[in-house]
T-cell receptor, first 111, second 113 residues
Framework: DAGITQSPRHKVTETGTPVTLRCHQT?????MYWYRQDPGHGLRLIHY???????DKGEVSDGYSVSRSKTEDFLLTLESATSSQTSVYFC??????????FGQGTRLTVV | DAKTTQPPSMDCAEGRAANLPCNHS???????VYWYRQIHSQGPQYIIH???NNETNEMASLIITEDRKSSTLILPHATLRDTAVYYC??????????????FGSGTKLNVKP
């Protein structure tokens, strides 16, 4: 898995509560990504980072924020979780000339 | 914007070649074609990529048409473990968007005994 660790792997939370998902890499890759995957939609890009403190929005960024204070960590925060954010979340990393490597995913359920 | 079109599903007999098509009719000259697959609910796995020429590695071959508007991923001898969703994506090179990977819905390949 190219040195990518997502935590937690599973989480159940209540509507309206804040949630933070963590992606940790040991590859020193510049780019990090957060995707969500829902039935019928494939993988959709939420946010990505092109360096420490440098982030950009993807296709479905509403309701999500991210932070990257260190090269190895990329955090995804749901400020106030909603049921529509129930999904499987994947983190990925890449370098300028490489393919993207994906983590094993975090299954989030908002009840 | 995935910019690719793939059939939703395909079947293949075990031991036979699996040929997965992808249309990318709006591809630009500096865009690569990448293929990934996702087995069950695991993270997607890189397979192969190419720009203009056909490519081959230990997993698969990638055939890109001369006009680059379509491509085919070939798994030469499919096994049951190749049952997965296969994604064809384009990746813009040498631009701000170079490192954004956009996935479509993919093709579910069912390898049958």
């Amino acid at each position: 898995d190219a040195g990518i660790t997502q935590s937690p792997r599973h989480k159940v939370t209540e509507t309206g509560t804040p949630v933070t998902l963590r992606c940790h890499q040991t590859e020193n890759h510049r780019y990090m990504y957060w995707y969500r995957q829902d039935p019928g939609h494939g993988l959709r890009l939420i946010h990505y980072s092109y360096g420490v403190k440098d982030t950009d929005k993807g296709e479905v960024s509403d309701g999500y924020s991210v932070s990257r204070s260190k090269t190895e960590d990329f955090l995804l925060t749901l400020e106030s979780a909603t049921s529509s954010q129930t999904s499987v979340y994947f983190c990925a990393i890449s370098d300028s000339s490489t393919e993207a490597f994906f983590g094993q995913g975090t299954r989030l359920t908002v009840v | 914007d995935a910019k690719t079109t793939q059939p939703p599903s395909m079947d293949c007999a075990e031991g036979r070649a699996a040929n997965l098509p992808c249309n990318h009719s709006t591809i630009s000259g500096n865009e690569y074609v990448y293929w990934y697959r996702q087995i069950h609910s695991q993270g997607p796995q890189y397979i192969i990529h190419g720009l203009k020429n056909n490519e081959t590695n230990e997993m698969a071959s990638l055939i890109i048409t001369e006009d680059r508007k379509s491509s085919t991923l070939i798994l030469p001898h499919a096994t049951l473990r190749d049952t997965a969703v296969y994604y064809c994506i384009v990746r813009v090179a040498y631009s701000y968007n170079f490192n954004k990977f956009y996935f479509g819905s993919g093709t579910k390949l069912n390898v049958k005994p």
